[in-house]
């Protein structure tokens, strides 16, 4: 975690999930201000009990009087039922408040909430996050952001308090684009990862052995850093979903459409995950590609 978190602020933070929970917990503990909203309440009582903040019942509630507004919530969907309307943050927010997205979604989106928050007077941020469940608990995300550079200037030093690199990377949308290259990327280290792991138990090798060693080598990535050993194990009932990377995977789809690129390596190992879904694994971690490869 970054020490240089700025001069306290009044903020909010609306979705206590696994990724945003500890995220509103970092901005309390470094000593901001913050008002919580989370559709399931106890959720949001059970964070307040941990730290210091007040609970809203609305996500306008939460963002009143705030200078901050963040989300973290699932996709789309969710990002407008919690920033329109009358219950919704942009009502509350006033003054030269600043909105920012930390959910995974479409750069569509980013741009139409972008609009809507200028039209009202507010700055919008586009802010997905790279790390994990482990990345939001320890303050050391990856935050790639889409704004006005005078948005990025004010939310940056607050953002650092849960991230260890934040960056920005040019106008509305841009965020969430960085963040589709992440997922496509991630997608490919993955299914090789599994290959590798899956070929090297039929040759009779002792896996942990063999990541240590290609791990100081050219091979190295987080994913093998952080999964393969739970990959030897056959342990995956944690982490990043495997229905959250297929909804990711379906974003870059929708992008890719647009701009012409070409994804063929994304959509087979998108078509894997499906079958990890047919097995029950929805909720496994995305490493679980290697369970497709073993004899069960």
Same mark, same amino acid.
């Given at each position: 975690m970054n020490d240089n978190v700025g001069a306290s602020k009044n903020v909010a933070f609306v979705g206590l999930g696994v990724m945003g929970y500890p995220m509103a917990g970092h901005l309390? @503990?470094?000593? +901001? *201000? *913050?008002a919580v909203y989370n559709r399931t309440r106890a959720r949001a009582d059970q964070w307040a009990t941990e730290y210091s903040g007040r609970v809203a019942d609305t996500p306008a509630a939460a963002a009143n009087g705030a200078d901050l507004v963040f989300a973290c919530v699932g996709a789309d969907d969710d990002l407008r039922a919690i920033l329109y309307g009358d219950d919704g943050a942009l009502a509350g927010m006033s003054g030269s408040? %600043?909105? %920012?997205d930390h959910?995974?979604?479409s750069a569509v989106v980013a741009r139409e909430a972008d609009e809507a928050a200028r039209r009202q007077g507010f700055g919008f941020l586009d802010?997905? *996050?790279?790390g994990g469940q482990a990345g939001a608990v320890n303050g050391a995300l990856t935050v790639m952001v889409g704004g006005t550079e005078e948005s990025f200037a004010t939310a940056e030093p607050v953002m650092q308090c849960y991230s260890r690199n934040v960056t920005h990377m040019g106008e509305a949308g841009n965020g969430q684009l960085t963040k589709m290259v992440n997922q496509l990327c991630i997608a490919g280290i993955v299914q090789g990862l599994a290959e590798g792991i899956n070929f090297a138990q039929h040759a009779g090798l002792d896996g942990e052995r063999v990541l240590d060693v290609i791990s100081k080598g050219a091979a190295q990535s987080w994913q093998m850093e952080n999964r393969g050993s739970t990959m030897l194990k056959g342990e995956f009932e944690f982490g990043f979903a495997t229905d959250w990377m297929r909804k990711d995977l379906g974003l870059c789809f929708e992008e890719a !459409? !647009? @701009?012409g690129a070409l994804l063929p390596m994304a959509m087979l190992v998108d078509q894997f995950?499906? +079958? *990890?879904?047919q097995r029950g694994g929805g909720r496994w971690d995305t490493s679980s590609l290697i369970h497709l490869l073993q004899k069960i």
């Open positions: 309390a @503990n470094t000593g +901001h *201000v *913050v408040a %600043i909105f %920012i959910t995974t979604d802010a997905p *996050v790279s !459409k !647009k @701009n995950y499906a +079958h *990890v879904q």
